[in-house]
């Protein structure tokens, strides 16, 4: 977060009572990020830059390349944990929202890792028109051959 491993973290102060807007940044190659401020909700109120009908959220997925930003409002003279798992649970990274730098947020273990399906990935192929033949379809059993079964072999073997 900000370039502080998650063993350090990164720390935004704020005084109780106003408002801190925050800009979340998804500089990964690969990884999508679940995002949330333990004890706090946020509003987004724009993404990739462009302004949004605010929504208030208790968390939020982030994707490769895109920026949230968004408003929280602490009430408490406490510290707060912002904290962003990646989406496999591989690892995280987190900061802390205070308003004394001494006090420190305690930091959650990750959520349990989701078990994804195709089509929680967005290939549920018999939504996309012209692919209703494939509903209900089953494996043959047959042994794959020609480009399929080399695409297959090459997959395996990294």
Request: net charge positive; aromatic share 8%; proline share 6%.
């Amino acid at each position: 977060m900000n370039g502080y491993a998650p063993a350090e973290g990164r720390t935004g102060r704020f005084k109780r009572g106003e408002k801190v807007g925050l800009r979340f940044i998804n500089g990964s190659a690969m990884s999508f990020f679940d995002v949330c401020i333990h004890g706090l909700t946020m509003t987004v109120v724009a993404a990739d830059g462009q302004n949004i009908e605010p929504v208030t959220v208790d968390e939020f997925r982030i994707g490769v390349a895109e920026t949230y930003d968004v408003i929280v409002a602490p009430r408490d003279d406490r510290a707060y944990c912002v904290f962003a798992q990646a989406m496999d649970r591989s690892g995280y990274a987190r900061g802390t929202l205070t308003p004394d730098p001494s006090l420190t947020a305690k930091v959650p273990g990750p959520d349990p890792r989701p078990i994804l399906t195709h089509l929680d990935m967005g290939m549920g192929m018999t939504a996309m028109p012209g692919m209703k033949a494939m509903k209900g379809m089953k494996s043959s059993g047959k042994k794959m051959t020609g480009n399929m079964a080399r695409y297959m072999w090459s997959i395996k073997r990294r």
